[in-house]
């Protein structure tokens, strides 16, 4: 058998990437020797049962059960690519498979990528957990399941329904699992807080008329110039930073339900407002998201108050009492 495979890969027959691991896998048994074997074992039953996982007795050439496994496992691939038949542990690795592993193969075969398979098993995690079936991932399905995720969480599942979708568009695949043809398409992003605890009149329009200016490009000096225009991307960054802030400052001065914007400029109040938001569940945020996000309202609100800092991030004050 094993000069049958030697011969067959020195003329071949296996794969590039598999040939160096059989022919170091056969020359490994010929080095220590074995009376087990024999020259028609050629089937892949016939080698799993005189190999068997689980022997009670390493061959001592082997320094641990794990590798004389690996080694098995080798043999057991080239016997099947040799012969064209499966093995039983081929077989019964392949009955314990669901459907989204065996999209995952599908889509391996095909050369979908690396990255392409780590995206679909993420969106696997989250369906089986949900236990949700390949068919039942549509664009209304998505959207309800992202809406229930953590931030940090959102990205990974979105690039996984984006694999999802790729492999969906091939009518091969669709075929095979039964797909429907109805793409899901894109995936709405995650709402501004302003959805859920809006600005006020007075801070509104102020908020939209210096957004209006960054996204045309603020006028510099008197001879017409203007700074770039901001991203759109950027610009909704600042409509979270704004967000956040007006609903950290309606939770520490509940009055003030339509204040002038002055009011939020003025120093006391910022700080006041960042102190109860570290200490509000649904207000706080990590440090660095924090200070982000009082840089991105800092220059709004110098309009009002040119000589507003930022409050320290991060830091806890030391009680010397």
């Known amino acids: 058998m094993f000069q049958q495979l030697k011969s067959w890969g020195d003329e071949g027959g296996l794969s590039e990437g598999g040939w160096p691991k059989l022919k170091a896998a056969i020359e ?51 016997l099947e690519a040799y012969s064209g038949l499966i093995s039983r542990q081929s077989a019964n690795q392949e009955e314990a498979k669901d459907d989204w592993l065996r999209l995952r193969d599908w889509c391996r075969e095909r050369d979908f990528g690396y990255v392409h398979e780590n995206n679909l098993l993420a969106l696997r995690r989250v369906a089986l957990r949900l236990d949700t079936t390949l068919t039942e991932v549509t664009q209304d399905w998505a959207e309800d399941v992202q809406k229930g995720l953590e931030q940090s969480h959102r990205a990974a599942f979105r690039a996984g329904v984006g694999a999802f979708e790729r492999a969906r568009a091939v009518p091969e695949i669709r075929r095979k699992f039964g797909l429907p043809e109805t793409p899901i398409g894109q995936l709405q992003r ?5 959805e859920k605890c809006p600005l006020p009149p007075r801070l509104r329009a102020a908020f939209e008329e210096w957004i209006g200016l960054l996204a045309a490009g603020e006028p510099v000096g008197f001879r017409g110039r203007r700074r770039k225009s901001v991203a759109e991307a950027t610009l909704r960054q600042y409509r979270f930073a704004i967000a956040w802030y007006w609903r950290a400052f309606a939770y520490a001065f509940p009055e003030q339900s339509d204040p002038d914007p002055a009011v939020l400029a003025d120093q006391q109040v910022l700080e006041e407002t960042s102190r109860i938001a570290d200490e509000t569940n649904g207000l706080q945020l990590k440090p660095g998201i924090k200070k982000e996000y009082l840089g991105k309202i800092q220059p709004f609100l110098h309009r009002w108050n040119p000589r507003l800092v930022q409050p320290e991030v991060g830091k806890k004050e030391i009680n010397e009492g």
Do not use: C
């Not at 048994?29 to 074997?37: L, M, N, P, V, Y």
């Not at 995650?190 to 302003?194: E, V």
């Open 28 to 78: 490994f048994h010929e080095a220590f020797g074995s009376d087990r074997g024999t020259d028609d074992m050629v089937h892949p039953h016939q080698f799993e049962d005189v190999w068997l996982y689980d022997l009670e007795d390493v061959p001592g050439h082997f320094s641990n059960p794990a590798q004389y496994q690996a080694w098995r496992n080798i043999l057991i691939s080239a």
């Open 190 to 194: 995650k709402p501004s807080p302003n």
